[in-house]
């Protein structure tokens, strides 16, 4: 799941969340660690402009910072940067930065990248938005050497490259933690079969993902990487979802009721190819989200295998 309060878009922040602080993300990053939620993650935007600020909001945790103090209260959740606009940064920095959560969690990093969207951030940090994709797939070339077991990194491409220059501490995981590719449109599709160990939707609908499944599994055999079998992550995020009965209105597009009810809708998603769902709880507070997050894990989870 993606973590709350984090992020404040008019898309999916519920209002509880504007007064919501630290002490309650921790609450809910140990709740996930105790339920068994495959992983949290949170996004990345340095600045919003003021045309997207009434959608998107302008607070946005910075994920490097947050997904170091989540290491510190959780034990077996990973942690996910679903996505890090990676090709704002320099290679090296980003390595230095992700290696050491990887360090701090134990190996429990997924180091999630995606293009980005926001022009006027492009620009105000000195990087061309028009050759971004180009940007970040020399970036994910060259995280995949810096990531990786060598104390000492050697790359070379058109506008990086590195070597004799050493960074530790190392990551925690071998040979290195593994970088999902987000976004849908074909380059990123692409980016993901060809350059990525999986690949995180961006919200696609249900409809949409058989598509997208495919020409990931196209662009992987044409590649000689063996389709999308072995550990290659296929992700999906789910419509919003309410366990239970339902007693307020909780808007267009959300799956509600009983376990068994919700278990049989999720599981079309495996059914498409997809190996990890992506939740998000409707809810009026924490207590309620914590509530959901237990009813999920005890009553909705056990279903979905098989």
Not at 145 to 162: C, M
Request: aromatic residues 6%; contains cysteine.
């Amino acid at each position: 799941m993606q973590l709350p309060i984090t992020s404040l878009s008019t898309l999916y922040a519920e209002p509880w969340e504007v007064e919501a602080g630290p002490a309650d993300l921790r609450k809910v990053a140990t709740a996930a660690d105790r339920l068994g939620f495959a992983y949290l993650a949170t996004c990345d935007h340095v600045a919003v402009p003021v045309r997207l600020a009434a959608a998107m909001g302008t607070v946005w945790y910075d994920p490097v910072a947050t997904l170091a103090h989540l290491a510190a209260v959780t034990e077996r959740t990973l942690l996910v940067s679903h996505v890090a606009v990676a090709a704002l940064r320099h290679p090296l920095a980003l390595a230095k930065q992700y290696a050491t959560v990887d360090r701090l969690a134990g190996g429990r990093l997924v180091l999630g990248v995606g293009a980005g969207h926001v022009r006027e951030e492009f620009q105000a940090l000195g990087v061309d938005f028009g050759r971004r994709g180009a940007i970040l797939d020399e970036t994910v070339d060259a995280l995949k050497e810096a990531l990786g077991p060598s104390e000492f990194p050697q790359f070379s491409g058109r506008r990086f490259a590195f070597r004799g220059l050493g960074q530790a501490p190392r990551p925690a995981r071998t040979p290195r933690p593994p970088i999902w590719v987000g976004g849908s449109s074909p380059a990123a599709l692409r980016r993901a079969a060809q350059r990525g160990d999986g690949w995180l939707s961006q919200g696609d609908r249900r409809d949409q993902l058989p598509q997208r499944i495919a020409t990931l599994r196209r662009l992987r055999e044409e590649a000689g990487l063996g389709g999308l079998g072995g550990s290659f992550a296929v992700g999906a995020i789910s419509e919003a979802l309410y366990v239970g009965t339902l007693t307020w209105d909780t808007g267009a597009r959300t799956l509600t009721g009983l376990p068994g009810t919700l278990a049989e809708s999720l599981r079309v998603y495996g059914a498409m190819g997809v190996n990890q769902i992506q939740v998000r709880f409707r809810c009026r507070d924490l207590g309620e989200l914590l509530d959901q997050m237990e009813a999920f894990a005890d009553g909705v989870a056990p279903l979905l295998d098989g």
